[in-house]
């Protein structure tokens, strides 16, 4: 059920949320549409992309579907100039698409795992700031939340991949922050910590998914960063915020 206007902490914002089709990013596209903004719901098939937007438009929330592989960089670089002409700003960037990489010992990482994740998991981060910057600059309070985990920190073996490319996407999350600090624009990551999604699944095959906590406990987490009277920036944080 659509929160009633008074209610709505995300009134009329426009919120890009990648990885959008299942797991955190759909719990968050859902409640950000809940939550008054107009969600573009980007993964990388239409179709894994429709269920959403039915859920949305059933709710009484609006959404936009951007079914584009974060692994092709012209379509990712065109992003900025197509939203701009839609939307003439952006006011919420949730990065939250991600790949595991495989876990293998390093000497044993393939080179399609080994760019895949690298691919998704930073370079992509990388041209939607590029891309995006200009239509974040338009907002009155641009907000930014790229989804991090403690594989960051933790460098345990067998997760080379996943580790490098998150320790990579802190230090871009963070530079990106200290460059806009004297913006409106707002910086941060979030550590959702063992959320029951897929890519969990992925990495712990055994592991009963009813014992840990659903993307949707995330959700008010999310909302908060990205409301406009959030005022930190360049912080990483756990969750629940």
Same mark, same amino acid.
């Given at each position: 059920?659509? +929160?009633?206007?008074?209610?709505? #902490?995300?009134?009329?914002?426009?919120?890009? %949320?990648?990885?959008?089709?299942? /797991?955190?990013?759909?719990?968050?596209?859902?409640?950000?549409?809940?939550?008054?903004?107009?969600?573009?719901?980007?993964? #990388?098939?239409?179709?894994?992309?429709?269920?959403?937007? =039915?859920? @949305?438009?059933?709710?009484?929330?609006? +959404?936009?579907?951007?079914?584009?592989?974060?692994?092709?960089?012209?379509? %990712?670089?065109?992003? /900025?100039?197509?939203?701009?002409?839609?939307?003439?700003?952006?006011?919420?960037?949730?990065?939250?698409?991600?790949?595991?990489?495989?876990?293998?010992?390093?000497?044993?990482?393939? =080179? &399609?795992?080994?760019?895949?994740?690298?691919? @998704?998991?930073?370079?992509?981060?990388? #041209?939607?700031?590029?891309?995006?910057?200009?239509?974040?600059?338009?907002?009155?309070?641009?907000?930014? @939340?790229? %989804?991090?985990?403690?594989?960051?920190?933790?460098?345990?073996?067998? $997760?080379?991949?996943?580790?490098?490319?998150?320790?990579?996407?802190? +230090?871009?999350?963070?530079?990106?922050?200290?460059?806009?600090?004297?913006?409106?624009?707002?910086?941060?990551?979030? =550590?959702?910590?063992? %959320?029951?999604? +897929?890519?969990?699944?992925?990495?712990?095959?055994?592991?009963?998914?009813?014992?840990?906590?659903? &993307?949707?406990?995330?959700?008010?987490?999310?909302?908060?960063?990205?409301? &406009?009277? $959030?005022?930190?920036?360049?912080?990483?944080?756990?969750?629940?915020?």
């Amino acid at each position: 059920m659509t +929160a009633s206007s008074q209610q709505q #902490r995300l009134k009329d914002r426009i919120a890009l %949320v990648t990885g959008a089709s299942r /797991g955190i990013g759909r719990a968050v596209a859902e409640a950000y549409a809940a939550e008054g903004a107009h969600v573009l719901l980007l993964a #990388r098939k239409q179709e894994s992309l429709e269920p959403v937007d =039915d859920v @949305i438009r059933e709710g009484g929330g609006t +959404a936009s579907i951007i079914p584009l592989d974060l692994g092709s960089n012209k379509r %990712v670089d065109g992003l /900025g100039p197509a939203l701009y002409e839609r939307f003439g700003k952006l006011d919420i960037l949730v990065a939250n698409a991600g790949v595991l990489g495989g876990l293998s010992p390093l000497a044993h990482t393939t =080179d &399609p795992n080994w760019e895949r994740a690298l691919a @998704i998991n930073v370079s992509a981060n990388w #041209r939607l700031i590029r891309t995006l910057d200009p239509l974040l600059k338009r907002s009155d309070a641009g907000r930014c @939340i790229f %989804v991090t985990s403690g594989a960051a920190h933790r460098t345990r073996a067998y $997760w080379g991949p996943y580790s490098v490319t998150k320790a990579a996407l802190e +230090a871009l999350a963070l530079t990106y922050a200290n460059e806009t600090a004297q913006t409106p624009i707002k910086v941060n990551l979030l =550590d959702p910590g063992a %959320v029951a999604t +897929a890519m969990r699944a992925e990495a712990y095959p055994g592991e009963d998914p009813a014992t840990l906590k659903g &993307p949707e406990s995330l959700v008010e987490s999310f909302i908060r960063l990205a409301e &406009p009277a $959030w005022s930190e920036t360049g912080q990483r944080l756990e969750a629940p915020v």
